[in-house]
């Protein structure tokens, strides 16, 4: 959700049209954006089919970019959810307009929302942290995107890996080097360091390029995200 966040930041603040999509039932993109959903459609109303549109749910933020916010509602739309040729959001998203940019925040799992956002991209960006528990997870997370791409979405492609958390422990330096050893050029750079810049930013809802109160950190994460947001507008263009 912080890659997210601030990728989408770092897009709409080079005058991209950006929506966010919250398909995360814990709703942690919403919050941080202080999207109050209490009077307002979700993408929960969306994804259990009660004859709400995608478009009615699109929100403007402070941010800069509109957001389709998420609610706990959406643990029952996991439940519920059909896949395969009845997916909801690829669907939905033909509703919301030109948009340079869709941002889809998925759930840190592989369960039916997942699966149902895969069905609607055409690029998948995993998001890990270089450490063994969690490497070993990419292999599951790897064979779900080549079984949507070859039974559901022949347009998904893998648009590559970032490394989030980075540290310079030895077991870091290990796992990075094995990362760039497996997946070569996908590999996205520059890595993103654990910076409390990041967390302090997200828990004050504002973009980590803007955090006034770490200005030598946010000045850092600014460059760094400018650089992936330029990776991110090659993969665009070479659609």
Excluded at 131 to 140: D, F, G, K, N, P
Excluded at 189 to 218: C, F, I, N, W
């Amino acid at each position: 959700t912080t890659i997210s966040l601030t990728l989408g930041a770092a897009a709409a603040r080079r005058g991209k049209r950006v929506l966010l999509v919250d398909i995360d039932p814990q709703a942690s993109a919403t919050a941080v954006l202080g999207v109050n959903v209490e009077d307002r459609p979700t993408l929960a109303d969306v994804m259990l089919e009660t004859g709400c549109s995608l478009v009615e749910t699109v929100t403007p933020t402070r941010w800069g970019l509109d957001l389709v916010p998420a609610e706990r509602a959406l643990r029952s739309a996991d439940a519920e959810l059909r896949t395969g040729d009845d997916a909801v959001l690829p669907r939905e998203l033909e509703t919301v307009g030109d948009y340079d940019l869709v941002l889809v925040d998925c759930p840190p799992n592989l369960g039916a929302l997942t699966i149902d956002a895969l069905t609607a991209v055409s690029r998948a960006l995993v998001v890990t942290e270089p450490t063994y528990l969690a490497l070993h997870a990419m292999e599951e997370l790897l064979d779900t995107l080549r079984r949507v791409a070859e039974e559901q979405n022949p347009a998904l492609e893998l648009a590559g890996v970032v490394l989030n958390r980075v540290e310079t422990t030895a077991e870091h330096k290990r796992s990075v080097a094995e990362v760039e050893e497996t997946f070569g050029v996908q590999v996205w750079e520059p890595h993103v360091p654990k910076r409390a810049v990041l967390q302090d930013a997200m828990r004050q809802g504002v973009p980590a390029q803007d955090l006034q109160s770490h200005t030598h950190y946010a000045a850092e994460i600014a460059e760094i995200f400018d650089l992936l947001a330029d990776r991110l507008e090659a993969l665009r263009v070479g659609a």
